[in-house]
């Protein structure tokens, strides 16, 4: 869904690198997220954002930060890589109002850390 | 074709029939459910979402049934189709106050034999 738009689409760095992925959004949604895919698993949510100047940890937060440039964009660093970041990276945006909002993704950063 | 979502990670079904994707939650506050469809290299994709106020809902092609007594969820596909082939992740919102975080099972993946 060309709707959810993530850069880059992947991405191999060595250990230690500062790495940035991209998320933007044309759907006007309020709500932004970042997941993280293992193989095999499903998706655990790293950070999320209600608005631009709302951040929230998530579940796996530690060694991710995250900005909130405008309600449009949404970006997730690494400050300094390691290999067990190596996975899937998704972003996500929501609807703003009420509890129950289908989220909608981009279509995923692969990252490789060596 | 029947599974049991984490202890039966993949389902193989013969094209026609309908594919039943079971999910266990473990969260009895839980009170929005979703499931998303993930195809090979790309996001996950909304399929349907039930309400804890609801046992069954469907949609095209696609039925949802929601047993909270036993905190299960599944999934019902009738009339699988090769477009079908996808992991199948079910997902819960555990009820936190005016909140849209969700969180995801493992998922199921589910192939067709023609």
């Known amino acids: 869904d060309a709707d959810v738009t993530q850069t880059p689409r992947n991405r191999i760095t060595k250990t230690g690198k500062r790495i940035m992925l991209e998320c933007s959004q044309t759907?006007?949604?309020?709500?932004m997220y970042w997941y993280r895919q293992d193989p095999g698993l499903g998706l655990r949510l790293i950070y999320y954002?209600?608005?631009?100047?709302?951040?929230n940890k998530g579940e796996i937060s530690d060694g991710y930060s995250v900005s909130r440039q405008a309600q449009a964009k949404f970006s997730l660093s690494l400050e300094s890589a390691i290999p067990n970041q190596t996975a899937l990276y998704f972003c996500?945006?929501?609807?703003?109002?009420?509890?129950?909002?289908?989220?909608?993704f981009g279509p995923g950063t692969r990252l490789t850390v060596l | 074709g029947e599974s049991v979502g984490l202890h039966l990670p993949t389902l193989s079904v013969q094209e026609g029939d309908n594919s039943i994707i079971n999910c266990a939650y473990s969260?009895?506050?839980?009170?929005?459910f979703i499931w998303y469809k993930q195809e090979s290299g790309k996001g996950p994709q909304f399929i349907i979402d039930?309400?804890?106020?609801?046992d069954k809902r469907q949609g095209q092609r696609v039925t949802v049934l929601l047993n909270k007594t036993v905190k299960h969820l599944s999934l019902q596909i009738a009339a699988t189709q090769p477009g079908d082939s996808a992991v199948y992740f079910c997902?819960?919102?555990?009820?936190?106050?005016?909140?849209?975080?969700?969180?995801f099972g493992s998922g199921t993946r589910l192939s067709i034999r023609p």
């Open positions: 039930i309400r804890s106020n609801m």
């Open positions: 996500a945006t929501s609807m703003g109002m009420g509890s129950y909002n289908e989220q909608f």
């Open positions: 969260n009895s506050a839980s009170d929005y």
């Open positions: 759907k006007g949604h309020d709500r």
């Open positions: 954002s209600f608005d631009v100047k709302d951040i």
């Open positions: 997902a819960e919102n555990p009820g936190y106050s005016s909140a849209s975080k969700i969180i």
